[in-house]
């Protein structure tokens, strides 16, 4: 089931910040990386890599992350 919604998608990343920008709430020293710079445009799903396993991140209907193994 696709439960992407691509209009909202672009919206929601019309409202990134560029890389280097202060994200408020962000620790001293936390490397930040915008959502825009890890999805294409279109995409509202990534697999990450780490250690022997691969996890999914994905973007919901409600524009939030949710990361799964």
Known sequence: MNNYNPQFHRSWHSKEK???QFYP???PGV???SSN???NTGEHEI???HGESVYRLRI???GKLILNK
């Open 60 to 62: 919901t209907r409600q």
């Open 31 to 33: 490397r930040t990386v």
């Open 47 to 49: 697999g990450i890599a």
């Open 18 to 20: 560029e890389v280097g």
């Open 37 to 39: 710079h890890l999805f």
């Open 25 to 27: 709430g962000t620790p």
